[in-house]
């Protein structure tokens, strides 16, 4: 039997480096990767007890631990199929969830308890674990694992075969399952390897969760691969984040602007030594001038990227090399990965030209769940996935991403693509967030607005974005009105929820 799957990783890990550490959760507990493969295996012969084969749907609802990445190897050892559960949805998208991808067992943390009943109350009835001691008359997962016996649970799984069910945000209806096979995940943790030169001496610090495929695929997986150390943090504190990279020597960071922001915004900022750090990855949106500034007079510098849960998820990364020389840009197609430019009809755009944006690789999903006439259309004819989003490449092949196709501004018969906008509105001083929609407008069919987050010192109103904008952008895409809120709705990876904001203000 040869096992091409994730699910085999572990145990070759256990052979070459048995007494690495592996894992650091909670207040220094650790795990090596001899324990790290010993759980895995538990978890699959537990598994297998409850009945999950070939094929079989394993949910998680849980925060980053240990566990969360046990069950999802031990899953991939039997060939069934690991469901990540975003931990901020209510309960009627938990059972859609639990019901479209039809979960044999359902595995979550105990403070997620009532929410699982709710969803559960609707129709779907996976066995249900919840992870820890449990109760006598009802054991936990760690209880569970520590009665079972460790066997040769693993099944001959190919790179084709699912391996991961990840739902998307849902931002544009109900959320769809994009089914990502083996092969998927371990050419997108190559394509890390190779573009963000992961060794096996890094410390990677995860402060986003691993439900998230960015975090999941990018950065856990190829650290794993490597064998290399996870620092796992349950949620994203600044004053923590910067206590843990002095704390375990980290080398590598992944996050979104605002993550890095708030770091730099942190009282211990200037204290904190951060003389480990290597790798600065951030995703979700262009890194403001500002930010670069605050890192760079540290020494640090970012690989900005591009990508979507589609391409597991990853498609473009910008080195840190060419961070100011390509500033804006979210860099080169990753090594294994392509991507093109391509008009309405298909037909490939020459440099500079905007266009959907077009993706290729071994890296991108074969479809959505259960969704075919969806996944049809996610496809070109020869095989591209359409990303539905807008964007250039310049003479040198570096990407430029311009906005959502659905989210492009038409006013007075001219394009305005927010995302130019957004990225010099995030050079004011005192903005943390910005995104710009489009507002029905009865002389110019629409116009642009800016809805922002400021901090509390400082003051940001239309008057102060229209100067700002006056002279850099045509008149056209200076945003009408600007709107200051509390909170910007943001999905997992950090991506503003624009249809959220469209039905608020442009009804």
């Known amino acids: 039997m040869h096992e091409q799957g994730i699910g085999a990783w572990l145990a070759k890990r256990r052979l070459k480096s048995p007494d690495k550490l592996a894992l650091v959760h909670g207040e220094g507990s650790t795990v090596t990767y001899r324990q790290f493969a010993d759980g895995t295996d538990r978890v699959a012969a537990l598994l297998r007890r409850l009945g999950v084969g070939r094929g079989d749907a394993v949910a998680y609802l849980g925060e980053n631990s240990p566990d969360f990445l046990q069950v999802m190897f031990g899953a991939a050892r039997l060939g069934a199929v690991f469901v990540p559960i975003n931990t901020?949805?209510?309960?009627?998208?938990?059972?859609?969830?639990?019901?479209?991808?039809?979960?044999r067992v359902l595995i979550h943390d105990p403070e997620f308890g009532e929410r699982v009943a709710a969803a559960i109350g609707t129709g779907p009835s996976p066995r249900v674990v919840v992870t820890g001691e449990g109760t006598a008359d009802r054991?936990?997962?760690?209880?569970?694992?520590?009665?079972?016996?460790?066997?040769?649970?693993?099944v001959a799984v190919s790179l084709d075969d699912p391996a991961a069910i990840i739902y998307t945000s849902g931002t544009t209806g109900r959320a769809k399952g994009a089914v990502l096979t083996h092969g998927n995940l371990t050419w997108v943790a190559l394509n890390c390897v190779v573009d963000y030169d992961v060794v096996s001496t890094d410390v990677a610090l995860m402060i986003s969760p691993l439900f998230h495929v960015a975090s999941l695929g990018m950065g856990a997986l190829p650290v794993i691969l490597k064998g290399a150390t996870l620092v796992l943090e349950k949620g994203f504190e600044p004053g923590r984040a910067l206590a843990q990279i002095e704390r375990h020597g980290v080398t590598m960071l992944s996050g979104v602007p605002t993550t890095y922001q708030l770091m730099a915004d942190h009282p211990n900022w200037a204290t904190t030594d951060l003389s480990t750090l290597r790798k600065l990855t951030c995703?979700?949106?262009?890194?403001?001038?500002?930010?670069?500034?605050?890192?760079?007079?540290?020494?640090?510098?970012?690989?900005?990227?591009?990508?979507m849960t589609e391409a597991s998820p990853?498609?473009?990364?910008?080195?840190?090399?060419?961070?100011?020389?390509?500033?804006?840009?979210?860099?080169?197609?990753?090594?294994?990965?392509?991507?093109?430019?391509?008009?309405?009809?298909?037909?490939?755009?020459?440099?500079?030209?905007?266009?959907?944006?077009?993706?290729?690789?071994p890296n991108v999903f074969p479809g959505y769940h259960l969704l075919p006439e969806a996944t049809a259309e996610a496809f070109t004819p020869d095989g591209w996935f359409r990303s539905g989003d807008l964007g250039y490449l310049d003479a040198d092949g570096y990407l430029y991403i311009s906005g959502r196709l659905k989210d492009?501004?038409?006013?007075?018969?001219?394009?305005?693509?927010?995302?130019?906008?957004?990225?010099?509105?995030?050079?004011?001083?005192?903005?943390?967030?910005?995104?710009?929609?489009?507002?029905?407008?009865?002389?110019?069919?629409?116009?642009?607005w800016a809805i922002m987050t400021v901090r509390e010192d400082a003051t940001v109103d239309t008057a102060t974005v229209q100067q700002f904008l006056d002279g850099r952008v045509a008149r056209y895409k200076v945003p009408k009105n600007v709107v200051v809120v509390d909170e910007l709705p943001r999905t997992a990876s950090g991506k503003v929820r624009k249809g959220d904001l469209r039905s608020l203000f442009a009804g």
């Open 88 to 103: 901020r949805l209510a309960p009627p998208e938990v059972a859609h969830v639990l019901t479209d991808c039809g979960a």
């Open 314 to 361: 990853g498609a473009t990364s910008l080195p840190p090399a060419m961070t100011r020389a390509k500033q804006g840009s979210v860099g080169l197609p990753h090594f294994f990965t392509s991507v093109r430019i391509a008009d309405e009809h298909g037909a490939p755009i020459a440099d500079d030209g905007i266009g959907e944006i077009q993706i290729c690789g």
């Open 283 to 307: 995703g979700g949106s262009a890194v403001p001038t500002r930010i670069l500034n605050a890192y760079e007079e540290r020494g640090l510098s970012f690989s900005q990227g591009y990508g």
């Open 408 to 448: 492009m501004i038409i006013s007075g018969g001219e394009n305005i693509y927010p995302a130019e906008i957004e990225v010099l509105l995030g050079e004011i001083e005192g903005v943390t967030g910005v995104a710009v929609i489009g507002v029905p407008d009865a002389r110019w069919g629409e116009v642009p």
């Open 139 to 154: 054991p936990g997962l760690t209880r569970l694992l520590s009665t079972t016996v460790m066997d040769d649970a693993a």
